[in-house]
């Protein structure tokens, strides 16, 4: 993967930078992301808050309270309803955050491979997951710890 990686959404209105190597490329299995998506998961790339820079577009937000309790806000292009991201509004999570990015939504799809696996216990039949890949039955009891484990592991084994 040649970093910056750019994306936007299908109109071309929505444009995106990332800057910085992913945390970690992951599936939901929910099935609000089958609802969503009209398929058998969503997938996304987790990016420290830094890395990503949003380059223009109007988006409109859309929020629902998840199992766990917490608000989901899903970030969509306005013109053509692509979405985009999930978090805080595009181009403006703090330093230290996360922005999880519609892995379809990248201009070069070619590298992704998704490491990790949510809401396992949705997973449609005939989705089989790779050996040796983290699995979750629903989702990390804490999953911002989990991505700053991620991150945190990453930074000592690139020095």
């Known amino acids: 993967m040649k970093l910056p990686q750019t994306g936007g959404c299908l109109c071309g209105a929505v444009r995106y930078e990332i800057t ?7 599936t939901c299995h929910c099935t609000v992301c089958q609802r969503l998506t009209g398929s058998a998961f ?39 309803g692509t979405w985009i ?6 181009g403006t999570a703090p330093p230290g955050g996360f922005v999880a990015v519609r892995a379809g939504t990248l201009d070069d799809t070619s590298w992704l491979r998704p ?28 999953g911002l710890a989990w991505l700053r484990s991620i991150g945190n592991h990453q930074r000592r084994s690139d020095h």
């Not at 991201?85 to 595009?90: E, M, W, Y």
């Open 20 to 26: 910085g190597p992913p945390l970690v490329t992951y």
């Open 42 to 80: 969503s997938s996304a790339v987790v990016v420290a808050a830094e890395a990503y820079r949003f380059a223009g577009g109007e988006t409109l937000s859309f929020e629902r309270l998840a199992d766990s309790g917490r608000t989901v806000t899903r970030w969509v292009c306005a013109g053509c």
């Open 85 to 90: 991201c999930n978090g805080v509004r595009p």
């Open 115 to 142: 490491t990790a696996h949510f809401w396992t216990r949705s997973v449609q039949p005939w989705v089989v997951l790779p050996e040796g890949d983290t699995c979750f039955e629903t989702q990390p009891e804490d």
